[in-house]
């Protein structure tokens, strides 16, 4: 059974469970309340062994996330915005998330709407998706992350160019016709759903070291976690089926 929120909507199709931010009308921009609510939808799809992989939108055909809703910026003081930021905020559950999570860009993501694309483990666009952290235009900087992990995903110079000159650039690892963008994002995403979800998790978790350890830190864990896969019937199963020429049934045990 899953909850009910007020400002995203859940669609699970087989293996892939499908979060879209539903406030098309502010451009899905992000108030307190769809923070909250990204955060506890998360929290529901990782407890909830049939989802496999889950897909981020925004409603509508215009934008992904419009960044933070800057009306509940206006009378926030430093010390109560800083207490925002370090809540159970919605980019720590996607930073946390232990399945595979795609952005799905269909139109336009700024500022925060970026940050939680770049939070996610692949981005998929759309011909409409444009990207940017326009913060510095309202006179602050990127929060949710934009500082680090842009720099880490495209590198220290392009990311100064982004975030001091709010110019677009291309962040994504497919850009489609907009018709097609639910097709190709769905075609990954089910195509990252057959795999063992054990192995997914231990992959993610390996990748993800990439960026935030040292080299040889990064090499030590990944024999850990490579050693691990070995403990699950996933991997059993998966090479008895490779060896007698047949397509694996992973159970996630
Ligand atoms: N916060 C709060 N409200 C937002 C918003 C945001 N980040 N982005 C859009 N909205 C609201 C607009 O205020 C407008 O509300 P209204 O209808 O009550 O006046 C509504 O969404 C539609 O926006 P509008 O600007 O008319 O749509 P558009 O399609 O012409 O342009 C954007 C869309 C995203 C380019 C433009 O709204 C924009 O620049 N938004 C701010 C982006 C930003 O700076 N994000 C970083 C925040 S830190």
Known sequence: MSQSYESILLERRGGVAIVTINRPEKRNALNIQTRAEGAAVLDELRADDSVRVAILTGAGDKAFIAGADIAEFAD???????????????????????????????????????????????????????FGQPEINLGIMPGGGGTQRLTRLVGEGKSMELILTGEIIGLVNHVVPADQLETKTMDIANRIAEKSPIALRLAKEAIRLASRSNLDEGLRREVDLFALCFSSEDKDEGVKAFLEKRKPEFKGK
């Open 76 to 130: 926030r003081s430093a010390l109560s915005q800083r207490e925002v930021m370090l809540d159970r905020s919605l980019f720590n559950a996607i930073d946390t998330f232990p399945k595979p999570i795609i952005a799905m860009v269909n139109g336009y993501c700024l500022g925060g709407g970026c940050e939680v694309a770049l939070a996610c483990d692949i981005r998929v666009a759309s011909e409409k998706a444009s």
